[in-house]
Nanobody
Framework: QLQASGGGLVQAGGSLRLSCAAS????????IIWFRQAAGKERELVAG????????YYADSVKGRFTISRDNNRNTVYLHMNSLKPEDTAVYYC???????????????WGKGTLVTVSS
């Protein structure tokens, strides 16, 4: 019900836009969270958008470079990634929760990941 897309290979300093498209139900009443998992590392929360759509959260590592936004008409959440660094290389996942906890374990829906590779 969630499909992440938009990953690819980009040079350091470049930009990508990831999309998380929802199908089968509306996710207006869900917080949408982007996680990422680099090889050999644990999955980490990157950015999140509150149910209301007006509140956001960013990990310190991406603050000022990534922006999360929602298009309710398209039932899609975007992650705009600028000034990409090699350390941003990971598989990126979108997830949704109707609750207030944003841990990976608390997510109710997951999309398949999309790979982002940033070359130096």
């Amino acid at each position: 019900q969630l499909q992440a897309s938009g990953g690819g290979l980009v040079q350091a300093g470049g930009s990508l836009r990831l999309s998380c498209a929802a199908s089968g139900r509306r996710f207006n009443n869900y917080a949408i969270i982007w996680f990422r998992q680099a090889a050999g590392k644990e999955r980490e929360l990157v950015a999140g958008l509150l149910k209301s759509g007006v509140g956001t959260y960013y990990a310190d590592s991406v603050k000022g470079r990534f922006t999360i936004s929602r298009d309710n008409n398209r039932n899609t959440v975007y992650l705009h990634m600028n000034s990409l660094k090699p350390e941003d290389t990971a598989v990126y996942y979108c997830a949704a929760t109707s609750g207030i906890r944003w841990s990976a374990q608390a997510m109710e829906y997951w999309g398949k990941g999309t790979l982002v590779t940033v070359s130096s």
